[in-house]
């Protein structure tokens, strides 16, 4: 019902920024809660950050607050995340997901990009 296509992975330095895109499908995105969550090689998916449908409210993980930003475009119905002062333990494949208001779960996933920073 939803499709995530998310793009801006890749390899940076220690110190470094990028930002990752997240194009949602849906005709309704003003109506999904848009999340970002990794999963390094070896341990369990870990939740980064999150925005709610009206572009407002953010919650991120303690591991990126500070250093991390949600934001999202409306009009190209696109979630991103900027991500500054990389360090090599953010290394791990990105994921873009997607709940509709209201709910608690999950139920739409992008295919995940890979981010890889170098000490």
């Known amino acids: 019902q939803v499709q995530l296509l998310e793009s801006g992975g890749g390899l940076v330095q220690d110190g470094g920024s990028l930002r990752l895109s997240c194009a949602a499908s849906?005709?309704?995105?003003?109506?999904?809660?848009m999340g970002w969550f990794r999963q390094a090689p070896g341990k369990e998916r870990e939740f980064v950050a999150v925005?709610?449908?009206?572009?407002?409210?953010?919650r991120y993980a303690d591991s990126v607050k500070g250093r991390f930003t949600i934001s999202r475009d409306s009009a190209k119905n696109t979630v991103y995340l900027r991500m500054n002062s990389l360090k090599p333990e953010d290394t791990a494949v990105y994921y873009c997901?997607?709940?509709?208001?209201?709910?608690?779960?999950?139920?739409?996933w992008g295919q995940g990009t890979q981010v890889t920073v170098s000490s």
């Open positions: 997901a997607a709940k509709w208001r209201g709910d608690q779960e999950y139920a739409f």
């Open positions: 849906s005709r309704a995105f003003m109506n999904l809660n």
């Open positions: 925005i709610g449908f009206n572009g407002v409210n953010t």
